[in-house]
């Protein structure tokens, strides 16, 4: 069964930075991707950025570019978001998801968290 658990939200000046965890046990960290999503109010999901586990390649939502980091580290299936310079809009509440395939992932059809709080205050 596989379990996903985020961790490293928190509150944080404009300007700062936070890093979120994303933690997966029994998911083959080999192969599949991972990624965060975050949900403003009464918002869908959308898609910050994402991690094709094989190889390492990266992609990040416009609004993100040049701040955010996604890295994964398998020895300890763990995938980390490094956020800097936080913007005001970036405060949502942001959950990991961890699929088999980037397909089931980009579909939301991936293994989710419970998902992590993040406020950036101006």
């Known amino acids: 069964q596989v379990q996903v658990a985020e961790s490293g939200g928190g509150s944080v000046q404009a300007g700062g930075s936070l890093r979120l965890s994303c933690a997966a046990s029994?998911?083959?960290?080999?192969?599949?991707?991972v990624g965060w999503f975050r949900q403003f109010p009464g918002k869908e999901r959308e898609v910050v950025a994402s991690?094709?586990?094989?190889?390492?390649?990266?992609l990040y939502a416009d609004s993100v570019k040049g701040r955010f980091a996604i890295s994964q580290d398998n020895a300890k299936n763990t995938v980390y978001l490094q956020m800097n310079s936080l913007k005001p809009e970036d405060t949502a509440m942001y959950y990991c998801?961890?699929?088999?395939?980037?397909?089931?992932?980009?579909?939301?059809?991936?293994?989710w968290g419970q998902g992590t709080q993040v406020t950036v205050s101006s």
């Open positions: 998801s961890v699929a088999r395939t980037y397909t089931d992932f980009m579909r939301r059809r991936g293994y």
């Open positions: 029994g998911f083959d960290f080999r192969y599949g991707s």
């Open positions: 991690i094709y586990l094989l190889g390492g390649s990266t």
